[in-house]
């Protein structure tokens, strides 16, 4: 069996690094962006199984970039885990 594919999306490379090294330590393929945009462009393209983004980015945030690929067709489908510097207001937890 493949292996499952994560895209992984943060603007902090650190972070993303970070990610990207336990992911695949746990057995999963790991494809990275460093904004939303990027990440949906990568989406696209390679179809992965989830992707996991930090919320607070530059050029496209991971809220907008949760719009964009459910507005999809093709990428709809995907789940999603925002992660990060999340708001606990009421506004911000809704549109996560």
Not at 9 to 33: C, M, S, T, W, Y
Not at 75 to 93: N, R, W, Y
């Amino acid at each position: 069996m493949d292996n499952y594919t994560v895209l992984a999306i943060n603007d902090e490379p650190d972070q993303l690094e970070i990610i990207d090294i336990l992911l695949r330590d746990a057995g999963f393929d790991v494809i990275k962006a460093h904004n939303g945009r990027e990440g949906c462009e990568i989406a696209r393209k390679e179809k992965p199984d989830l992707i996991i983004s930090d919320v607070m980015m530059p050029v496209c945030d991971g809220i907008e970039m949760c719009r964009l690929i459910r507005a999809d067709e093709e990428l709809s489908f995907i789940p999603i885990m925002l992660a990060g510097a999340l708001q606990k207001d009421t506004e911000s937890v809704v549109q996560a």
